[in-house]
């Protein structure tokens, strides 16, 4: 489904209410939508690109796709319907993978970066 713009309320619901969210993304920065459906218990299947690799813990959060082909999306998607046990793994995965996304870690790794950098001047 497509939608056009939805509140955070209805966001949330929409993820929650779905079995897989598909982030078929060519370039990410870093990968916002995926760590939003996570946190709603979401599992995503997302191309292997930019903050998508750090955003989705591939195997446990979701999947990552190695490439972007149509017929690889197709069978992966196929696969996790045969297979709802997996999906469900995944979604707790999801919500516990979600939960290492905080302001004090992002400030925490940023102040660590500026160190490192700073130090190599």
Known sequence: RFYDPLSPEKLALVFSNADVVAVPSLSETFGLVAAEAQACGTPVLANA????????????????????????????????????????????????????FTWERAAVETLASYRMAKSQL
Do not use: F, N
């Open 49 to 100: 690109v930019g903050g998508l690799s750090y955003a989705v813990h591939d195997g446990k959060s979701g999947w990552l796709m190695p490439e972007p082909d149509p017929q690889l999306w197709a069978a992966k998607l196929i696969e996790l319907a045969r297979k709802p046990e997996q999906v469900t793994v995944a979604g707790h995965g999801a919500l516990e993978h979600s939960g290492e």
